[in-house]
């Protein structure tokens, strides 16, 4: 069982940066793929960015890759979405979510775990 609680969004101009965090409880976090993804209003939930249980460069979306960066600390059993540069249509509630097989990264329905999600709003 894996309990997840994002933190970090807010209200940014375009062309700012936030970073969110995403806080597990859980023993073997360090087991479970990552993922971050987000839903603005009016659309259906997209892919952000994921990275595996061993770390490495991640996977991004093509519409953030450049400006996002996903890191994991194992040891603080947190996973990081760095957002640089970020766009008005960025805005949206970000997720993030917990995969324990890590086979398909870009696919929701995969994802074992949710947090409750954090709101970002980039104005233009």
């Known amino acids: 069982q894996v309990q997840l609680v994002e933190s970090g969004g807010g209200l940014v101009q375009a062309g700012g940066s936030l970073r969110l965090s995403c806080a597990a409880a859980?023993?073997?976090?360090?087991?479970?793929?990552l993922g971050w993804f987000r839903q603005a209003p009016g659309k259906e939930r997209e892919f952000v960015a994921a990275i595996r249980w061993s770390g490495g460069g991640g996977d991004y979306a093509d519409s953030v890759k450049g400006r996002f960066t996903i890191s994991r600390d194992n040891v603080k059993n947190t996973v990081y979405l760095q957002m640089n540069n970020l766009k008005p249509e960025d805005t949206a509630v970000y997720y993030c979510?917990?995969?324990?097989?890590?086979?398909?990264?870009?696919?929701?329905?995969?994802?074992?775990?949710w947090g409750q999600g954090t709101q970002v709003t980039v104005s233009s």
């Open positions: 859980g023993r073997t976090f360090n087991r479970y793929t």
């Open positions: 979510a917990a995969d324990l097989l890590g086979l398909r990264l870009r696919v929701g329905a995969e994802y074992d775990y």
